[in-house]
């Protein structure tokens, strides 16, 4: 008897030895295929335009932290190179989630990125120039990429105000006025449409007595402005500004 026991006990114990490393096996290979899934995520990630300017943005929270009930500005590299905008709004704490190239694709892309982290008092806009410069969409079509990220404000902040700021006529992309008036019209009218949403029209304040765009208040490349522009933009912006 004492050795039919033994023996049962050998088997039992082979069995359970060749099942743990069955087991092993398999929890290696599952591991390793996870672990092989998140490097490509992260490869993707890495991959999508302007994600380490979003990984910046995380990193400036978690150092500084989040103040209470910011202004939130969001938009492309007219806000970027606003880097002292709390210096034109005295009062009012400003959090500029602005990134240079970014298109209203990009800010849908990235909205839970823009918006989740801030719980804002109010949200201004600043983009859909970079989006007619680029690949040639109809103004028609960039309204309707403003629209979807106006939807995704609404749908985390029902009740934010949100103000747009409208698109300047950079002498650079002369070419592309046409287009920019039609968005600007489109966008002015549909705001009027929704609560707690207002169109800033910083267009005659860029303009000469002449009704000229004023080249002297933009920069070299004659698409990014110089302080002076900025100044003229308060003018007109601080009225809005909660």
């Known amino acids: 008897m004492k050795s039919v026991?033994?023996?049962?006990?050998?088997?039992?114990?082979?069995?359970?030895?060749?099942?743990?490393?069955?087991?092993?096996?398999?929890?290696?290979?599952?591991?390793f295929l996870l672990a092989l899934i998140l490097n490509s995520l992260l490869f993707f990630a890495q991959d999508k335009p302007y994600w380490k300017e979003i990984q910046e943005f995380k990193m400036i929270d978690q150092t500084k932290g989040i103040p209470t009930k910011p202004i939130l500005f969001v938009g492309s590299s007219s806000f970027t190179k606003w880097q002292d905008v709390n210096d034109y709004f005295p009062g009012k704490t400003i959090i500029n989630r602005g990134f240079g190239g970014s298109r209203l694709l990009d800010l849908n892309y990235y909205a839970d990125d823009?918006?989740?982290?801030?719980?804002?008092?109010?949200?201004?806009?600043?983009?859909?120039?970079?989006?007619?410069?680029?690949?040639?969409?109809?103004?028609?079509?960039?309204?309707?990429?403003?629209?979807?990220?106006?939807?995704?404000?609404?749908?985390?902040?029902?009740?934010?105000?949100?103000?747009?700021?409208?698109?300047?006529?950079?002498?650079?992309?002369?070419?592309?006025?046409?287009?920019?008036?039609?968005?600007?019209?489109?966008?002015?009218?549909?705001?009027?449409?929704?609560?707690?949403?207002?169109?800033?029209?910083?267009t005659k304040v860029m303009n000469d007595e002449n009704g000229k765009v004023r080249s002297d208040i933009f920069k070299d490349d004659m698409l990014h402005m110089k302080p002076e522009g900025y100044r003229l933009w308060t003018k007109v912006m601080a009225p809005y500004l909660k």
């Open 114 to 202: 823009l918006l989740n982290p801030y719980n804002p008092r109010q949200i201004v806009i600043y983009c859909g120039e970079n989006d007619i410069a680029t690949d040639n969409p109809t103004a028609a079509e960039v309204f309707e990429r403003f629209k979807t990220f106006f939807g995704k404000i609404r749908q985390k902040y029902p009740r934010v105000p949100v103000a747009y700021v409208s698109i300047k006529y950079s002498p650079s992309r002369e070419k592309f006025w046409p287009q920019i008036k039609e968005l600007n019209e489109s966008i002015e009218a549909y705001l009027k449409t929704q609560k707690r949403a207002k169109y800033i029209d910083i």
């Open 5 to 31: 026991a033994k023996a049962t006990d050998f088997f039992y114990l082979e069995t359970s030895k060749k099942i743990k490393m069955k087991y092993n096996r398999l929890l290696f290979q599952k591991l």
